[in-house]
């Protein structure tokens, strides 16, 4: 459905999206995941026909953007960062003029403002003005002005940014609601999100594509190492820091200790394991047996940061591969 | 075709929601009422001495009320205009909505074609409060009513042009203010070049005078329409949108 190859978008002085490729299939919702800055919203641009690319094509339903853009705009639809919203005019009414600009005829287009109103749940504020409406209500109007002529493609820039939790479970059912008929892109720096609502996620840091891959892969592979808190007492006397850490990095399967802060005699670690291994049993057992207290043990989630991290420094190792299986160590 | 009334609807539309097109109507009602009073009051007063004094001087409505009135009607549409232009593509370049526009499958001189009408139609609505005053003529004397038509249709022609150069200053800024403030600057300009030049009889003079706005409304308002006038204003209004969309599509690659 969606085609991009070695695209390329420079501005002035600085390169936003640096020779990405990635495509897309019917009906599948791929997340665009990035720090801010990363190119989510440059490629969004490219492939919604706002921005020209500098090099490289994208194509959607096999239009290229370049060459053929009215067809392309005519199967997309759009929501950007911040909704292109018109305060000053109703609900149905910005509808009505979004549809209408989308190519409905004047004879569908009040059953079409109708279902959308429906779909995403704004029926009850249909006659209010746009600029009187809460923040949640105003990026459910942006994503209904998105869908009004039942695109196939649906690009979606940070659709729950700025939202409170309950809105954002909304935002993201809705989403999902509308995955059977639509393919969907949407972007997002909460990895959380992708594995709510996404079958693939295509990520991007610094211009540049980090990886891309289906959604379990991907978080088993970032799963697949397991970090864990430590904190260690000592049951009589005070404890030498190297000498935990040392028996701790004797366990089998721990690939890292990173010893934290001290205080009142307690330790605490950091501990990652090696690829797909679990060693929180036999980090408890290294601890008692040593004789020593444990205090706490817990898994400690790898945050986006640290797989950006982990995925940047893997791609300096070895070259960024579709979904290379080892690529995290 | 479609495209185009739509967006120029719209326009009209955020017109009318917000206060600007009423303070606009009222603020020429105003002054172009002070105008006609004006003008009207020397008229009678002229009449009623001329008769007094036994001289039969031929009096004429159309010279004497509405050819100045027509004239002064055009220096206020100068005023006017920036007020009119400054938001058409500065607001949605701030608020974002020109993305909206620009990923819908409309072509973009559909799209500033629209705007360009959407203002047009405003700026008829704000010359149309004069056409109170002119209806008091009629009631109480004969005017003529083609020289007044030809001395709308310059008024329209040269609200055109303004209203293109207008867009173009639109597109160029996201501030509402500057592009308010160059446009008005610009047409102060274009007013004040038939002054510069006005004892400047040089090659450079003739040129500079010939694209002064006001040199070439002055036939519109004494009735005459002159296909040269017409032109320099049909064309004036051609190359304002022209360089609008050269000056949106660059907007696609800078942005």
Not at chain 1, 219 to 234: C, F, K
Not at chain 2, 143 to 165: M, R, V
Request: glycine share 8%; with cysteine.
């Amino acid at each position: 459905m969606i085609k991009v190859q070695g695209l390329t978008k420079r501005y002035a002085r600085t390169v936003a999206v640096d020779n990405i490729s990635f495509e897309v299939e019917k009906g599948q919702i791929v997340g665009f995941l990035g720090p801010n800055g990363a190119g989510k919203t440059t490629t969004m641009r490219v492939l919604t026909c706002y921005l020209p690319p500098t090099a490289g094509t994208a194509s959607v339903a096999g239009f290229d953007v370049l060459e053929n853009p009215m067809e392309v705009k005519r199967r997309i639809g759009y929501l950007p960062e911040t909704p292109p919203l018109y305060p000053e005019m109703e609900v149905s009414e910005y509808l009505t003029f979004v549809g209408r600009l989308k190519g409905i005829s004047s004879a569908d287009i009040a059953r079409r403002v109708d279902e959308v109103t429906q779909r995403c749940a704004v029926g009850d504020v249909r006659s209010k003005l746009i600029g009187k409406l809460s923040k949640g209500y105003r990026q459910r109007v942006g994503l209904a002005q998105a869908i009004i002529h039942n695109p196939d493609v649906l690009v979606l820039d940070e659709p729950t940014a700025g939202l409170d939790p309950k809105q954002i479970i909304e935002t993201r059912d809705l989403i999902k609601h509308l995955a059977g008929d639509h393919t969907i892109i949407l972007s997002t720096h909460i990895l959380s999100e992708v594995e709510h609502s996404c079958d693939r996620v295509v990520i991007i840091n610094k211009g540049k594509l980090v990886a891309t891959d289906s959604v379990e892969n991907l978080t088993n592979r970032l799963r697949g190492s397991e970090a864990v808190a430590l904190e260690v007492a000592s049951a009589n006397g005070p404890l030498d820091v190297a000498e935990v850490q040392q028996r701790l990095e004797q366990v089998s399967g721990v690939s890292r200790v990173l010893p934290r802060e001290t205080k009142d005699g307690r330790l605490a670690f950091e501990v990652e394991s090696l690829q797909g291994r679990h060693i929180r049993a036999d980090l408890a057992r290294a601890v008692v047996n040593s004789g020593w207290n444990l205090n706490e043990l817990r898994a400690v989630g790898l945050s986006l940061e640290d797989i950006f991290l982990q995925l940047t420094a893997a791609e300096k190792k070895d070259k960024p591969v579709e979904a290379p299986a080892e690529a995290v160590q | 075709m479609t495209n185009v009334w739509i967006i120029c609807r719209k326009e009209l539309k955020s017109y009318f929601a917000s206060p600007i097109a009423y303070l606009l109507m009222a603020f020429f009602a105003l002054i172009f009422g002070f105008g006609f009073f004006t003008a009207t009051r020397d008229f009678v007063r002229f009449g009623f001495v001329s008769q007094m004094q036994g001289r039969n001087t031929p009096m004429n409505v159309n010279e004497q009320v509405i050819r100045p009135l027509l004239g002064f009607a055009s220096t206020v549409a100068l005023f006017l205009i920036p007020m009119v232009t400054m938001r058409l593509f500065a607001e949605e370049k701030k608020t974002g909505t020109i993305e909206l526009l620009m990923t819908s499958p409309i072509n973009d001189w559909e799209i500033i074609l629209g705007k360009w009408l959407g203002a047009l139609l405003l700026y008829l609505c704000v010359l149309g409060m004069s056409a109170i005053n002119i209806a008091m003529l009629f009631a109480f004397g004969k005017p003529d009513w083609k020289p007044i038509l030809i001395g709308y249709l310059g008024l329209i022609l040269q609200g055109g042009t303004l209203l293109a150069i207008g867009a173009f200053i639109s597109t160029t800024t996201k501030n509402q203010i500057i592009a308010g403030g160059v446009t008005f600057f610009v047409c102060l300009l274009l007013w004040l070049l038939s002054w510069f030049t006005a004892f400047d009889s040089s090659g450079y003079g003739a040129v500079v005078n010939y694209l002064s706005i006001v040199t070439h409304f002055e036939g519109f308002a004494k009735g005459v329409l002159d296909s040269k006038d017409v032109i320099f204003y049909l064309s004036m209004i051609f190359f304002g949108l022209f360089i609008t969309s050269r000056s949106m599509e660059s907007l696609r690659w800078r942005a």
